[in-house]
């Protein structure tokens, strides 16, 4: 309820974290045969063009 408020007061969504959710899930399903963590964490900042 109160992030319908808070759109109607301020104009603001969760668009954004719902799709960085979103992208996160795809590269996960994508990394199904990944051995462990760091790698399933170095192909997200290689999605997002952040260095590591």
Same mark, same amino acid.
């Given at each position: 309820? #109160?992030?319908?408020?808070?759109? *109607?007061?301020? #104009?603001?969504?969760? #668009?954004?974290?719902? #799709?960085? !959710?979103? %992208? @996160?899930? @795809?590269?996960?399903? %994508?990394?199904?045969?990944?051995? !462990? *963590?760091? !790698? *399933?964490?170095?192909?997200? *900042?290689?999605?997002?063009?952040?260095?590591?």
């Amino acid at each position: 309820m #109160g992030e319908i408020v808070a759109y *109607f007061d301020r #104009g603001t969504t969760q #668009g954004v974290v719902e #799709g960085i !959710n979103h %992208k @996160l899930k @795809l590269i996960k399903r %994508k990394a199904y045969g990944f051995r !462990n *963590f760091e !790698n *399933f964490r170095l192909i997200s *900042f290689l999605h997002w063009h952040f260095a590591s």
